[in-house]
């Protein structure tokens, strides 16, 4: 019987000493949807905001004048970890921060394959000034996992909780301002 319990032990401690450990972020982030008030004019804001996606090479996949409405398609964000000794970004201009995930088995951190998100802009104009709201939603991770013949694929990761930095948001408001 004590033998028992002893092998029960250190198969519980093996299992558990190889599960993942979830550090997060401990930097302080905006919560969206972040707004932006300009003097330029509807026309101005919506041209610039055009063209900014242009020249990111984000596609849109809703574009609605009439409405100030502008949805991108699911567009693989440039993201970042923080440094776990200053809590700071690793890629000071990331648009989205993960949690940090450790594998204590083979004792390394583990990385995204990609990080996906949607970005939704409105774009208002009243008494003559515009405003800009700017939100990203379905922010997601994936990881890489491999056939049995090796080749790989992507599979969604429940772990890595992405979150924006507001620094998509800032590119935004410097286009606008």
């Known amino acids: 019987m004590q033998m028992r319990k002893i092998i029960v032990i ?17 930097g302080v982030y905006p919560e ?12 101005q804001v919506w041209d610039n905001v055009i063209d900014f996606f242009a ?10 004048r009439s409405s100030g409405l502008i949805i991108s398609t699911k567009t693989k964000m440039i993201w970042s970890m923080e440094d776990r000794k200053t809590n ?3 890629n000071e201009g ?13 004792r390394k951190y583990i990385r995204p394959a990609n990080v996906y998100g949607v970005w939704n802009i409105r ?12 939100n990203v939603n379905n922010l997601s991770a994936t990881q890489n996992e ?10 969604a990761s429940a772990y890595f909780n992405p979150k924006t930095t507001g620094n ?10």
């Open 10 to 26: 250190v198969i519980a401690l093996g299992l558990f000493s190889c599960s993942l450990k979830v550090i997060p972020h401990k």
């Open 123 to 134: 774009v208002k104009e009243a008494g003559g000034e515009a405003s800009i709201n700017v």
């Open 94 to 106: 990331a648009w989205v921060v993960i949690d940090n995930l450790y594998n204590p088995g083979p």
């Open 146 to 155: 491999y056939t049995r013949s090796g080749t790989p694929f992507e599979v």
């Open 55 to 64: 020249q990111q090479g984000i596609p849109i996949s809703l574009i609605d």
């Open 168 to 177: 998509f948001e800032k590119l935004i408001y410097d286009i606008i301002k």
């Open 88 to 90: 700071k970004l690793k």
């Open 32 to 43: 969206p949807p972040l707004v932006y008030t300009t003097d330029k004019t509807f026309d």
